[in-house]
Each structure stands twice: as structure tokens, then as C-alpha cells.
């Protein structure tokens, strides 16, 4: 048996066989990206007005003794090759968006800006004054060429989720077609004989599978929608074949029930006679002790959780999700504070669900204990938002200590 630590190690060592494929970038929203991205040009490519005014050469105004009005010479509309200022009297209107004017440095808004003959349809020979009380600086309401990025510069790296801004860049760059990773392709296989389909009635010794869907539905709220399900009787024959075949046509199994001590756990003998390694069986945790991970000779990872409902789903936010998205930093980083004393007894990492609060005073999340009636208690788990990890050295925790919070699905990270 392992420690939550070691089996994070080994688990962080793997990475699942992820193919690519180029989509529309219509359709790359949400996606991974598969390939670094690098600047086409400048960004901006221009001197870029960024607000409507005018725009003037602050030098050369600033020299003029008598301070005469300036007079337009045009307007600098987007879309247009800059203009050039001719005189240090003369200004130019200028719109947001546009390219800065050649020979004009500054940019002065409207409001501050007086128009002297502001009924005059044409563009060019107005005279124009700046209000008294306007300050300005040279360089003032410019987006200057290259102060985003320059040309060359990494933009996006392989892995970056596609998320609005990340597409409005790919967009920017030229992708109308995207290179992104293929969803893998994930199955959940639930084991033993006990368990009926869940539009059937079952009879007294009988329960309706509902881990797999649970399973499924965590997995597809994060986006892996690449998941099938199906369910195997504790036969060895039928399980060595469904297993052989799940092995050559996913990238990752996961497999419910079946991994303990049981005269009916079959689960780890048959994935050895197929060839599938043991990296390791059993964890120092409650719940999901006999948890099992392996690897096949053709790469495909293996986890069999353990067939209880809780236990089962907290291995798979813990172990299972990080490692297809390749998240353990991020999940160590984000904690809660215990609301309350707690106590576990045994040497052994716990996870306890919890219901989160926001402190009015702090503004702090702060984590709630919520009982439960052991690993088969599914229902326990709908009044709580995810569940903490308390580390197995100690057996008592405190109010207003920090710990590391996994959330279920519906309330994200």
C-alpha cells in the first residue's frame, strides 16, 4: 500500500496518447490547442489612435507663441493609410481604431476640443482651440506599435483551453483552422452481478447501476465528451474479452468494482493476464483504498476504483480528472478554510465532503463538514459542493486551517 504522495507521483508521470486534428475555428471553442502559436506581425501592427479627437505634433504646438487655433486638414478614419501632417498648426480629426497620422504624436479627446466653426460640413479648414483647463502629454491616448507583442513572440502554447480571448488571438493571427488535441476516447465499465440497468426494477438483492453515470456525468461537466459506458457480470471469460477489447479501442479505461479482496474481484488477475503492468494497488486513504492503476503495452492507462459510490467518484475527481487534463498544480493550489473541528482517527489520508461558505467579514471560502453514512452514502454527497483532503499524520484539524478542496463539477474551480 502507497501513500496519497506516491500514487500522485506515479500518476503525474503518465500522460494519456492524445491525437490531433485541425477543426474550423468556428468549432475550436473549448477545444485544447496542439500547437504553439507565434505572432504574424506587431500587435498593435500601427500606431493606433485610441480615442476620437484630434491628433497633433505636441512640439510643434507647444512652440507656438500666440497658441492660434489649430486647423483640420482631414480626418483620419480606421480602416485608411495614415495621413501626414503637413504644418505645426495644422491637427488632424482623428477616429479610434485609426492609424496614428504621420508626424502627430498626441492625441486630444473631443471634450477637449472647441471647434470654432462646428457647423462647417467639410473636414478640412476647421479651426479647432483647446480648453484651458486641458492638460496634455506627448504620447497621450496612442496604442503604440508592438506594446501588446512584437513579431515572432509566443503568444499561446500547446495545451492552452480555448476560451474566448484565446480564440479572439487565434482569430487576430490568421487560424481560420485550428490544430487541436482529439478528445481521448474514455471508457467506464462497471462490474458485478448485483447491479440492473437503471430503467429496471430491481429485486430486493438487486441495485440500479448509477456509478458509471455519475462517472460520466463529472468527466462530461469538464468537457471530456468522448466517454462510453457499459456494464460486465462477474464472469472471468466475458470480462478477459470486454477488457481486451476496451484496451485496443480506448485511451483510458476506467473500470468500477472489482478491485478488492473479494472471491469475486477479478479485475486485477485479468488485467495481468492481459499484459496491462501494475503501477499500483492500494492507497493509504479513506475512501478508495483499493484503488489500482496499470498501463498497457500499447499505452493505454488503466484505473480500477473501487466499486462503492462514494469512493468511487472521489477517485475519479481525484486521481482520474487530474490526469487528463494534466492539473495537479492547479488543484494543490486551491483551498479552503475548515469552518469547524474534525477528527479522523485512523492513519490514513481522508477525504471529507464539505459544503462551501463565503465569510461575510474576510470574504474567505470556508468548508463545512457533511457526514456521511460510509462509502455507499451517494446521497450524503448532493449537500456538498466537493470534498477536502486532510493529511493522514495527523487525526485532529482545526477551525480556520487551509486545506486543499476538490470541487465536483457543477461548482467548478
Known sequence: MISVEEAQGFLAKEKLQINVMRVSLGDSAGQVLAEDIFAERPQPPFNRVAMDGISLNSSSWLSLKDKKPLITEGIQAAGSRALTLSDSDKCFEVMTGAPLPIGCDTVIPYEHCHFMDSGSPSSKGREVILKDEHSFSKGQNIHKLGSDYKKGELLLSKGALITSPVLGVLASEGYANVLIQKKPRIVLIS??????????????????????????????????????????????????????????????????????????????????????????????????????????????????????????????RRYVGPLIENSWTKDSENKVVLKEDFSFSKNLTFYLPVSIERSPLSGKLTAVPQKTNGSGDYFSLTKSDGFIELPRERAKFFSGEAFVFYSWAKGGD
Open 191 to 316: 462490474t458485478g452481478d448485483e447491479l440492473v440497468p437503471v430503467k429496471d426494477k430491481p429485486l430486493e438483492h438487486q441495485i440500479r447501476m448509477s456509478n458509471t453515470h455519475a462517472l460520466k456525468a463529472e468527466l462530461e461537466l469538464r468537457g471530456h465528451t468522448e466517454v462510453d459506458i457499459f456494464h460486465l457480470k462477474d464472469d472471468p471469460q466475458t470480462l478477459f474479452e470486454k477488457f481486451k477489447e476496451a484496451l485496443e479501442s480506448y485511451d483510458l479505461v476506467v473500470i468500477t468494482g472489482g478491485v478488492s479482496k473479494g472471491k469475486y474481484d477479478y479485475v486485477p488477475s485479468i488485467l495481468n493476464d492481459l499484459g496491462v503492468q501494475k503501477i499500483f494497488h492500494k492507497i493509504k486513504q479513506r475512501p478508495g483504498k483499493p484503488m489500482w492503476f496499470g498501463k498497457s503495452a500499447k499505452g493505454t492507462l488503466v484505473f480500477g476504483l473501487p466499486g462503492n459510490p462514494v469512493s468511487c467518484i472521489i477517485c475519479l
